[in-house]
């Protein structure tokens, strides 16, 4: 099918202002087609985020007025844009089903769409058994959300041409819906591509976190975070991840496989490699730089050069005060402690200087009667306190 190129889409519903780490796979997938020519489209469900998709819920999703859906569908289009914008020759289509199906009368739709689907077939879908199994039910909007779906791979293979559609393992019974309407009004073929949903080893859901979803925007969630998040996958998971959200060659995760088994081994090496891979797809270069740098920056004894943008973005995870310019600048470091609060008197100050427990931008200070000068700060705007290996406060100056 792919010796030609192909048109091949993949929904998102907006229910969130940001796609999640369990997009990603999707993402990548459709990715891959992209970079191998095919024309690829991102489609944002704005009319089918009015249903909800009621697959593998166990009640209906709560209601999305216009205004949130409006607030969402930007951002996971903005979320869109960023990765998939790799290949300028071949750029992804941003469509929005919407456009189309608001076109569409209630009556129009019952003749040329629901009439070509089955109650028995509905009826059989795993969904809908086990919610009418449910005192709740289901209603008659969510039991029309397949038509609506299907309605949408019959449009997109009328004016894309497209003939493929990718999606999780849980949508198969959503897209081959949509296979089956083409084949009946149009009787031609169209094709369904599902992948395994995202797991960890242990059968959970993989994406989230004790402060939950990994989303992908970065507004929602820092780089550095997102990159702490996959630098610390298990073991048995990195392989995994690194074959469905990456586009390194299967011969160099083999490679990376098979290394872990080696004694020479460095613990979290193929963990370093997963974070850097896929902050990078999702944030870009300068974002993982950053990540990077604030990763090195917060380990103990560093030796990382310090910009403001590292500082700022170790300022989420560190504690932090502001202090005005006239408080720091040719003023000794002791008198900067005591006035950040960082310790109750100048004798301990001392003690600790003396004892080569205190550090100034990741630079040991020897001399108790060391000061302060323009030229500390960094880009004019902060400092970075370290009071043994451990303990490190960020230091913002005011003017």
């Not at 992209?34 to 249903?51: C, E």
């Not at 077939?121 to 709740?136: G, I, N, S």
């Not at 891979?277 to 380990?299: D, F, N, P, Q, Y």
């Not at 502001?322 to 301990?348: R, Y």
Request: hydrophobic share 40%; glycine share 6%.
């Amino acid at each position: 099918m792919c010796s030609k190129k192909i048109s091949v889409y993949i929904g998102f519903d907006p229910t969130a202002d940001s796609l999640h780490l369990g997009n990603l796979v999707g993402i990548i997938a459709l990715g891959w087609f992209q970079k191998f020519g095919h024309k690829p489209i991102a489609l944002a469900g704005g009319a089918t985020g009015f249903i909800g998709d009621p697959t593998g819920k166990n009640s209906e999703r709560s209601y999305l007025d216009a205004q949130t859906l409006k607030k969402n569908l930007k951002g996971i289009q903005k979320d869109l844009e960023n990765i998939l914008k790799f290949n300028p020759d071949n750029p992804v289509e941003l469509l929005n089903n919407y456009d189309w199906h608001c076109k569409l009368s209630y009556l129009d739709f019952l003749r040329d769409v629901a009439q070509h689907f089955r109650i028995s077939t509905l009826l059989a879908r795993e969904t809908v058994k086990e919610r009418l199994k449910t005192q709740e039910g289901m209603s008659f909007k969510e039991f029309s959300y397949p038509l609506l779906q299907a309605y949408d791979f019959l449009h997109l293979f009328r004016k894309e041409d497209a003939t493929l559609q990718l999606g999780g393992s849980d949508q198969w019974t959503n897209i081959t819906s949509g296979m089956n309407l083409i084949k009946k009004v149009c009787q031609k073929e169209a094709y369904g591509l599902t992948f395994p949903l995202l797991t960890k080893s242990d059968g959970k859901k993989f994406g989230k976190s004790e402060q939950g979803a990994i989303w992908l925007s970065k507004d929602k969630l820092s780089p550095y975070d997102f990159y702490q998040y996959l630098y610390r996958t298990a073991d048995q998971d990195v392989i995994k991840l690194l074959k469905m959200l990456t586009y390194l060659d299967i011969q160099e995760i083999n490679a990376i496989e098979a290394s872990m088994s080696e004694p020479n081994y460095q613990a979290n090496a193929a963990q370093k490699i997963l974070a850097k891979e896929v902050t990078e797809i999702v944030h870009g270069k300068e974002e993982l730089i950053t990540a990077v740098k604030v990763t090195e920056s917060m380990r103990p004894g560093a030796k990382t050069k310090l910009d403001l943008a590292t500082l700022k973005e170790m300022a989420n995870e560190l504690p932090h005060v502001k202090l005005d310019v006239n408080n720091v600048v040719e003023h000794k470091i002791i008198d900067v402690i005591i006035s950040a609060q960082l310790l109750n008197s100048k004798g301990e100050a001392r003690r600790l200087i003396q004892n080569g427990g205190l550090y100034l931008n990741n630079e040991k200070v020897d001399d108790d009667k060391f000061t302060l000068h323009q030229e500390h700060l960094i880009e004019e705007e902060c400092l970075l306190l370290a009071l043994g290996k451990k303990k490190k406060i960020v230091i913002f100056i005011e003017r």
